[in-house]
């Protein structure tokens, strides 16, 4: 069971939005900040959003991302093929456990 | 560009200890960051095992702690894993990242995993 709640997966077809959603608590989202990963099939995970919104270099900005109290949402616009992959968040927890804490994951499925 | 490279035994029996290094290219690991390990069951999601600053400062993943330690060795610019009496549940693919953490009074604040290695599998299997 993991700290954070992801929907295990997710659909659209190509060229429409979808949003990921990462559900926690005052331990954690409430009180720090949000990363979201891309991994796609069988490679590393890939930071795509930090500090809650911020964009590394070279992400595009179909990736946005946004926090409201112990929630944070990933939105993914104009879909790709290539955008199918699992999608984790990332934060700090400050309980008891401190220590980074990630959701279980959503697929992504560009239908 | 930041890289990093993880290397160890890709096989490990049951009660040993499981050893990874990950060697870091194109930052200097002195300079800052925390550095961490990350690992990946098949087919499941991302656990965070522990993390070391240069100067030696480590967290650890409470549910391994007594297992687990982690060093960092700046003159080869590079940090390690050691996790002992593994089993089978300690299969998985381990990673290894640069972690943006800053702490203070207390408090800490992860802006991020910003950069991974490619990740090594290890079976632990006799």
């Known amino acids: 069971q993991s700290v954070l709640t992801q929907p295990p997966s997710v659909s659209a077809a190509p060229g429409q939005k979808v949003t990921i959603s990462c559900s926690g608590s005052s331990s954690n989202i409430g009180n720090n900040y949000v990363s979201w990963y891309q991994q796609l099939p069988g490679t590393a995970p890939k930071l795509l959003i930090y500090e809650n919104n911020k964009r590394p270099s070279g992400i595009p900005d179909r990736f946005s991302g946004s926090k409201s109290g112990t929630s944070a949402t990933l939105g993914i616009t104009g879909l790709q093929t290539g955008d199918e992959a699992d999608y984790y968040c990332?934060?700090?927890?400050?309980?008891?456990?401190?220590?980074?804490?990630f959701g279980g994951g959503t697929k992504l499925t560009v239908l | 560009q930041v890289q990093l490279q993880e290397s160890g035994p890709g096989l490990v029996k049951p009660s040993e200890t499981l050893s990874l290094t990950c060697a870091v290219s194109g930052y200097s690991i002195s300079s800052g960051y925390y550095w961490g390990w990350i690992r990946q069951p098949p087919g499941k999601g991302l656990e965070w095992i522990g993390s070391?600053?240069?100067?030696?400062?480590?967290y650890y993943n409470p549910s391994l702690k007594s297992r687990v330690t982690i060093s960092v060795d700046t003159s080869k610019n590079q940090f390690s894993l050691k996790l002992s009496s593994v089993t089978a549940a300690d299969t998985a693919v381990y990673y290894c990242a640069r972690a943006d953490l800053f702490c203070s009074g207390g408090s800490c604040f992860l802006r991020a995993f910003d950069y991974w290695g490619q990740g090594t599998l290890v079976t632990v299997s006799s």
């Open positions: 070391i600053y240069h100067s030696g400062s480590t």
């Open positions: 990332g934060t700090w927890d400050s309980s008891l456990s401190a220590g980074p804490v």
